[in-house]
């Protein structure tokens, strides 16, 4: 598999609902959350088995170039792909495949993750790489679907269709973030997973399809140069949307497969709950659903529930869960009044 298929890491974002800690300055993919590596650590890991340091890919932002030079030493210069402005995920994918294209690998496998992802077993992650990879190969979109637990309204969701062979599925409708009734219909119906936002795919074929239900961006895509770093003023001019809107909801040829292992995205605080992230000593009476992370205080809990208490050298957050999804407002908030924090 070595010199057939390519990792690409999509390290941009800025992580506001993981505010304060994430940052401007450090996002959440290049902190220690779970463990002595950080997010973009572990992610580039589970590619060992499957392709080498070569052949993996980083699209980040161009203020993190030396941190990511930093966590991983090894990435080659050719293999940094930094924007000069964030662009979502279609232009992302789209440029890492133009460069693989250009650089005669057309036909060779790209492996697009994102990098706060938190998976269980690296072994069933390169697993379930190894079954989407013939599928891929003869020209499928191919993603991954998670097996869900529970009734979950922060995912988009994969409809099961047809079976295309053992343990590969023909993706019958993408859901959006439904509600807990409908979530719930979902699960006990077994045909659904959550959508990991995890791809494998010919570089070759991905130009194509962009190309076909984009034609803008892959045209703007076209006039960039070869530069690791593009003119800001042309990569600000493609098409901001995600590859799941502009692509994969429209094409007839994306199936699934379903995925081997445990996975979380830490997107928010109570989310990171689920993954054992937090710092700090913890006295707890009376509480539960509850995450702490501070510089290694004692925090005393009492009587309270879905709550968030993070601390840092400059901000104490106290938080409900049902307010996480608004924590992105707070930090557009700061961003004229206190931009140091943010």
């Not at 220690?32 to 932002?61: K, N, P, W, Y």
């Not at 895509?221 to 690791?228: A, F, P, Q, S």
């Not at 009476?285 to 009492?302: A, H, Q, R």
């Amino acid at each position: 598999m070595e010199s057939s298929l390519f990792g690409v890491i999509m390290a941009g974002g800025r992580g506001t609902r993981f505010w304060p800690l994430s940052t401007r300055k450090l996002p959440k993919q290049f902190l220690r959350l779970t463990g002595d590596r950080t997010m973009l650590q572990e992610t580039a890991s589970r590619f060992e088995g499957l392709c080498g340091h070569g052949e993996i890919m980083v699209v980040t932002g161009n203020d993190h170039r030396d941190t990511v030079i930093e966590q991983l030493h090894w990435i080659r210069n050719e293999n940094l792909l930094l924007e000069p402005s964030g662009r979502n995920t279609a232009a992302c994918i789209g440029w890492a495949a133009k460069t693989l294209v250009e650089r005669g690998c057309g036909s060779d496998l790209m492996v697009v993750v994102p990098s706060d992802h938190v998976i269980d077993s690296p072994d069933g992650f390169r697993s379930t790489i190894l079954e989407a990879a013939q599928p891929a190969k003869d020209g499928k979109l191919v993603t991954i679907g998670i097996i869900p637990d529970r009734p979950a309204t922060g995912y988009g969701y994969l409809e099961k269709g047809k079976s295309f062979g053992e343990g590969v599925y023909e993706v019958s409708s993408f859901r959006e973030k439904p509600g807990l009734e409908t979530a719930s219909v979902y699960l006990s119906s077994g045909r659904y997973f959550w959508n990991a936002g995890m791809f494998i795919w010919r570089a070759d074929v991905i130009m194509a399809e962009i190309a076909r239900y984009l034609p803008g961006l892959s045209e703007e895509l076209r006039k960039l140069g070869t530069e690791t770093c593009p003119d800001p003023v042309k990569y600000s001019a493609l098409q901001s949307i995600s590859i799941d809107c502009g692509v994969m909801e429209k094409a007839d040829n994306v199936v699934m497969v379903p995925a081997q292992f445990e996975w979380n995205d830490i997107g928010d605080w109570p989310s990171a709950r689920r993954c054992g992230v937090g710092r700090g000593e913890v006295l707890s009476i009376d509480s539960e659903n509850t995450t702490v992370w501070n510089g290694g205080k004692l925090t005393v809990l009492m009587g309270v529930k879905d709550v968030s208490i993070v601390e840092t050298d400059s901000v104490t957050l106290i938080m409900s869960d049902e307010y996480s999804q608004r924590l992105r407002k707070v930090v557009d908030g700061l961003e004229d009044t206190k931009p140091d924090l943010v």
